[in-house]
């Protein structure tokens, strides 16, 4: 029914196989929004940014710190391998990326000449990185996990130190978010704990692209469905 009403249906939800099946049976062209495995419209955005502010991607390595297994960090990984982009996830043994999903973008990223590497160690795993990038801690349906997950992921904050540790604070260096950011004392969740994947120092510096980020959203989801539509009605 929906495939008769609309032209193209932007899918933003819960289950990866929901939108797979959306996609199948709807006659019309089916965005992944966002679901609890992927994330790649985000993805679009973040590229355009990198590439607005250095000029280029290649050569870029991309630093994600978090949860390393989350949707965001998932179509990160697999963005950078299609993007030529050299990526990095320094996440806790616990929420390392799911094995299959590790493999596929390391396969994509072979043959276009770029890297994937994990770290535990977050010190370790930014040096040399051009881009740090984090998500919020606990993920869609995990709400009960909170305590567990800040206790945990504490030590992958992203700050003005983790940030040095790159090297590169007097050069080609920014910071990202797909936001919101828990990032200062003015949410329920920080009232008491104070920011969390990120400080309001890094989040607020002149390193923070953050909201030509969140522009970028509208861009490229825009140049999204002009391609699909164009090319199904083979304008």
């Given at each position: 029914m929906l495939g008769r009403i609309y032209d193209g249906i932007l899918f933003r939800g819960f289950k990866q196989e929901t939108v797979e099946e959306l996609a199948t049976w709807s006659g019309v062209p089916v965005w992944n929004g966002l679901t609890d495995a992927y994330h790649p419209t985000q993805i679009f955005a973040d590229l355009l940014t990198v590439k607005e502010t250095f000029g280029t991607l290649e050569g870029v390595t991309v630093a994600y710190v978090g949860d390393g297994r989350n949707n965001v960090a998932n179509s990160l990984m697999m963005g950078c391998a299609k993007a030529k982009v050299n990526y990095v996830c320094c996440t806790p043994k616990a929420l390392w990326p799911d094995p299959d999903v590790l493999a596929e973008a390391e396969a994509v990223a072979a043959k276009n000449g770029s890297t994937i590497k994990v770290f535990e160690d977050p010190k370790e795993g930014v040096k040399g990185a051009n881009v740090l990038y984090t998500d919020v801690w606990v993920s869609m349906g995990e709400e009960d996990k909170?305590?567990?997950?800040?206790?945990?992921?504490?030590?992958?904050?992203?700050?003005?130190?983790?940030?040095?540790?790159?090297?590169?604070?007097?050069?080609?260096?920014?910071?990202?978010?797909?936001?919101?950011?828990?990032?200062?004392?003015?949410?329920?969740?920080?009232?008491?704990?104070?920011?969390?994947?990120?400080?309001?120092?890094?989040?607020e510096s002149k390193y923070s692209k953050v909201f030509d980020e969140s522009e970028n959203r509208m861009h490229t989801i825009k140049a999204l469905f002009v391609s699909a539509l164009c090319d199904r009605k083979n304008i």
């Open positions: 909170t305590a567990e997950r800040i206790k945990m992921l504490r030590p992958y904050q992203i700050n003005m130190e983790l940030m040095a540790a790159t090297g590169n604070l007097d050069g080609k260096l920014m910071f990202l978010h797909c936001l919101p950011a828990f990032h200062d004392f003015n949410t329920d969740v920080t009232k008491e704990s104070g920011a969390l994947e990120v400080t309001d120092e890094v989040f």
